[in-house]
């Protein structure tokens, strides 16, 4: 069974804790736990060395939740940590800390369960790079499900995990042998660069969705999270394979527009209107027989203006004239 990325959630117990380990394991991670004490998440990551640990401002201490990050990055077990914190002087808390090479994400308390996954995915992402390469680091990227990468920014791949060769079908250097761009459908190109050209600028993808050539010819949706370290010249990415939620949705709006066919088709045949074939009256809903002018008044907001066609007028002037 292929590994799924270990995360700790250091936050107090409760309704919101509960809630952000259902979302976390609904997302395919696996949670090993909760610990409400920076003194517990302490242990526990010495214990099961998770592969990210979420700590909240909220969290007991001491030492402070800062503290906490900084001695877990110092000791070694946790190489990267996301804040889920919701100061506006979180960053300059975060150079006080002082923490040592590897990252300390940040994510706001009010962020959406998007928001907060793809902070997630972003900071798990980076671990290969930001560590030096260790066994548990090269069983991370090689079994992950997801398609992690790195982009140069001259626009080629400089390092990508197996599963895109498992969900592509190109080889790894067939991918790092072109510019990104020529894998990208034609349709999707100039917003892709785009998109590529603001995260190069310090901006960042969040669910920016493309599609991606296959060996056989074929294109794959893909969901891409991104956001890139401009000293190194690299983005970090993570991409989805979501094509199997687009044909769902496809069909889904297919489905929509066949539906509200035959409702158009059900209404307009509840508008044919019983009419006599000999004095022409109108019948309604209630079974009441009444003259056109009657019906139509009654129904609409038209009014009638009464007149005699050229057929009629020669009729009547004919019946008047004597022989």
């Given amino acids: 069974m292929p590994h799924a990325a270990s995360l700790l959630l250091v936050h107090p117990p409760g309704h919101r804790a509960d809630t952000l380990v259902r979302l976390l394991e609904g997302a395919g991670y696996h949670v090993l736990g909760v610990s409400a004490t920076s003194v517990d998440a302490m242990a526990r990551c010495a214990q099961v060395q998770p592969d990210l640990a979420l700590l909240s401002p909220a969290v007991s201490g001491p030492p402070s939740v800062l503290e906490l990050a900084a001695q877990l990055l110092r000791r070694g077990p946790v190489p990267s940590l996301l804040l889920l914190t919701g100061a506006a002087d979180s960053r300059s808390l975060m150079r006080d800390a002082q923490l040592p090479g590897a990252p300390l994400a940040l994510v706001s308390a009010q962020a959406s369960d998007d928001e907060l996954l793809a902070a997630v995915d972003l900071a798990l992402v980076q671990l290969p790079h930001w560590r030096q390469a260790t066994e548990p680091d090269e069983r991370f990227f090689a079994v992950t499900l997801d398609l992690l990468c790195f982009l140069d920014f001259s626009g080629y791949f400089r390092r990508l995990s197996p599963s895109w060769e498992r969900m592509l079908g190109w080889t790894i250097d067939e991918l790092k042998a072109r ?20 995260v190069r600028g310090g901006g960042q993808a969040r669910g920016f969705e493309n599609r991606y050539l296959c060996k056989d010819g074929s294109y794959r ?31 889904r709006e297919q489905l929509i527009v066949d539906l509200q066919s035959a409702l158009a088709e059900v ?57």
Avoid at 181 to 191: I, L, M, T, W
Avoid at 221 to 239: C, E, H, K
Avoid at 299 to 311: E, I, K, L, M
């Fill in 179 to 198: 510019p990104f761009f020529e894998f990208v459908h034609p349709d999707d190109r100039d917003r892709t660069l785009a998109q590529n050209k603001a």
């Fill in 221 to 251: 949706w893909l969901r891409w999270n991104a956001a890139a370290d401009t000293d190194q010249g690299v983005i970090y990415a993570v991409a989805r394979d979501i094509t199997d939620a687009k044909q769902v949705e496809a069909e």
């Fill in 267 to 323: 209404r307009s045949l509840r508008e044919i209107i019983p009419i006599c074939s000999y004095c022409r009256k109108v019948r309604d809903d209630d079974d009441f027989w009444q003259h056109v002018e009657s019906y139509v008044a009654a129904h609409t907001g038209a009014q009638f203006s009464h007149g005699v066609c050229p057929s009629c007028y020669e009729r009547v002037t004919a019946a008047d004239t004597p022989d």
